[in-house]
């Protein structure tokens, strides 16, 4: 054992020292010190390893692999390498793998000899569970959420007891329904037909595909379906959610106008007035109350619901998943739809790409096969034949054409190269001219401000135009427009910190458009101001992700926020409401999930970054409808080593979900 780890006190003295250099959070010390006091027999080492497994959560991982960080204690938690660091003066702490036994059983038995961690039956704050040669070590609470998961999903894909042709759903009854729904049978495959049947046979669904790939369309269809076959009298209660306002209201949108297109069976229109219109946030269904974790829904409380479908469920953290999945009534159907390609929530957990981890083989069983031929009329290729597919494999299906970007579009043939790790054809595609794709290396972060400046110009001057009337319709109207100019340009950050991250450019591009008359900054809140919220807020309506404007109001001086309404039109709220905001010229790219911008600009840094990876630039990438722009900091090089770099959330649900 280092000297540095002799007693508590000086492991709380070297988790002090990591939290300044900033490899730690200090909720991560104060949790060591917090349990370290309440077992004051433990061994030092299970209060470091206490520390890290409260680090690795909120880096997103579910728990700390044992095995990994005996291998390699800096590279499993995140840091770089010790020769990447810059020089400079100050003596750097003595790093992980320099505190921490190297085998794997040394730790579990640091673990084992303390109240600290314990089985998954016990009551310790932490759980060591796992094989021996690669145990995982939980937070209790997320050991719990992973299990409810599981224990869920199994239990509802198991639920149409893999599918004997005939059992669930009626074929014939749904093939009536599903060739005036998604118009004549094609030759080939048609995936959005499938994924409609699965979900008319199963408790719980699955539907992943990247941008374009029709998941909001089939989903309206599924739900006109599902209206149409239904063996009840009255029609099944529907609720649409999406895990942030942002993605509530772009589902709203396109739902509305889907179901108006919908192409109903003849004496059917009737269903047309069955299918909900509305889309509301996960928080804001389950019943969030203020400042806490726990919903008004639950197991004990559950949904009013027969099904509920789930937009943008890669950003569905473990927790939330698990608190969904325990307030839907055992016998209400579930449908997920989401890119599994995407980054994965801010929060602890991968859910959906854990999901969908198979989903690019089909692994369809001869039954399952039968059956979705049957009911669709369409052939299941064989590649995606398994007679060994598991149940959950039956309840998943990936959308693979996408109707936005056809063969000419640089933007979806971008994605397609980062999303498939191709760094050399991805650099040939921005260097291309293709006229949606533009390349820039700015020297300085002046100029990234200077172009974001440029794109936001027109927002801007329609803010300082003002209405075209005083009366109130007008002011709603000119609101309402300047809320949808908000998605024609976007700049997106790679980073939160330094120069070129997300931060420092909203101060940056906020000085140019000041500089340009634009915005006249007058303290916090200005007229053109514009913001994210970062915390839910149930007692305004507002969710983590709603984005609004400041903007002067009806009465002399005065100035409100304008936020999208879920019913439509405009909610205005006073600034001095808002207690959680960030400026937002300039959001991260996680912020940006489940939105969708005319010109999105991608600012990677001058250095590399553990955030720098494939699915954070494929996320990126798909935000854009129209534009793409990159702009590298760093100068050439970085776009490939991120793509080279995938996100890998150590967790045990693959596991549980019966998957190796």
């Known amino acids: 054992m280092t000297p540095s780890l002799e007693n508590h006190a000086a492991v709380l003295d070297l988790l002090a020292r990591w939290v300044e250099q900033g490899w730690l959070r200090p909720l991560d ?31 997103g991982h579910v728990c700390l692999d044992l095995a990994a960080t005996a291998g390699d204690a800096d590279g499993a938690l995140g840091l770089a390498p010790a020769d990447s660091r810059p020089v400079t003066d100050e003596a750097e702490p003595p790093r992980p793998a320099a505190c921490l036994p190297t085998r794997v059983a040394d730790l579990a038995a640091a673990l084992g000899d303390s109240r600290l961690a314990g089985p998954g039956a016990g009551t310790t ?31 509802r894909s198991r639920s149409t007891d893999e599918a004997a042709p005939g059992s669930g759903a009626d074929p014939e009854r749904l093939r009536r329904w599903l060739e005036p729904l998604f118009g004549p049978t094609p030759e080939g495959v048609d995936w959005q037909r499938v994924a409609a049947a699965v979900a008319a046979r199963s408790a719980f669904t699955v539907i992943t595909g990247g941008p374009g790939t029709g998941k909001t369309t089939t989903v309206v269809r599924l739900l006109a379906l599902l209206q149409g076959v239904r063996e009840t009298q ?47 946030t996960l928080h804001r269904l389950l019943g969030g109350r203020p400042d806490s974790h726990r919903f008004r829904h639950n197991a004990a409380n559950p949904l009013p619901v027969d099904l509920l479908v789930v937009d943008e469920a890669s950003m569905v953290d473990l927790e939330l998943m698990a608190d969904t999945l325990a307030a839907l009534p055992p016998r209400a159907g579930l449908v997920l739809l989401g890119d599994k390609d995407q980054l994965a929530s801010v929060e602890a957990g991968a859910v959906l790409g854990e999901l969908c981890h198979r989903a690019e083989g089909g692994h369809y069983t001869p039954a399952t096969t039968a059956w979705l031929e049957a009911a669709t009329g369409t052939p299941i290729p064989a590649e995606y034949y398994d007679p060994a ?25 971008l994605a397609a190269a980062v999303n498939r790790g191709d760094a050399a054809g991805a650099g040939a595609l921005l260097a291309s001219g293709l006229p949606d794709l533009a390349q820039e290396r700015p020297n300085e972060p002046d100029a990234v401000a200077r172009l974001a400046a440029e794109g936001l110009a027109p927002l801007l001057e329609r803010v300082a135009a003002g209405p075209a009337g005083a009366d109130d319709p007008a002011r709603e109207a000119w609101a309402e427009a300047i809320l949808a100019d908000l998605g024609h340009f976007q700049l997106l950050a790679a980073v939160r910190q330094g120069p070129w991250g997300v931060e420092a450019l909203n101060q940056r591009v906020e000085a140019h458009l000041s500089a340009r008359g634009l915005l006249a900054p007058e303290g916090e809140w200005y007229p053109g101001r514009p913001v994210i919220v970062t915390r839910n807020d149930p007692g305004l309506g507002l969710a983590n992700g709603d984005v609004g404007i400041a903007l002067p109001g009806a009465e002399p001086g005065a100035l409100r926020v304008a936020f999208p309404a879920p019913e439509g039109g405009v909610r205005w709220i006073s600034p001095a409401r808002l207690e959680a905001v960030e400026t937002v010229f300039a959001m991260t790219v996680h912020k940006a999930q489940g939105s969708e911008f005319r010109h999105a600009a991608l600012v990677l840094p001058d250095r590399g970054s553990p955030v720098l990876t494939r699915e954070l630039i494929y996320t990126a990438i798909t935000r854009a409808a129209e534009r793409f722009t990159l702009l590298e900091g760093g100068g050439s090089g970085l776009l490939a080593a991120a793509i080279g770099e995938q996100v890998q959330r150590t967790s045990g649900l693959r596991e549980r979900l019966g998957e190796k």
């Open 29 to 59: 010390r104060a949790l060591a010190a917090f349990l370290g006091q309440q077992c004051p027999e433990a061994d030092p080492v299970a209060l470091l390893l206490t520390a890290l497994a409260s680090h690795q959560a909120g880096r």
């Open 125 to 155: 704050p932490l759980v060591l569970e796992g094989p021996p040669e690669s145990p995982r070590l939980y937070l209790r609470r997320y050991r719990q959420a992973e299990v409810a998961i599981a224990e869920a999903v199994t239990a």
């Open 234 to 280: 009255r029609p099944l209660r529907m609720a649409l959610a999406a895990p942030t306002g942002k993605a509530a209201a772009r589902l709203g949108g396109t739902v509305a106008s889907a179901i108006h297109d919908l192409h109903l069976p003849e004496g059917a229109e009737a269903v047309r007035a069955e299918l909900p219109t509305t889309v509301t």
């Open 389 to 413: 597919g598991r149940a959950l494999d039956q309840q998943v299906v990936q959308l693979r054409h996408s109707h936005r970007f056809g063969a000419e579009s640089g933007i979806g043939q």
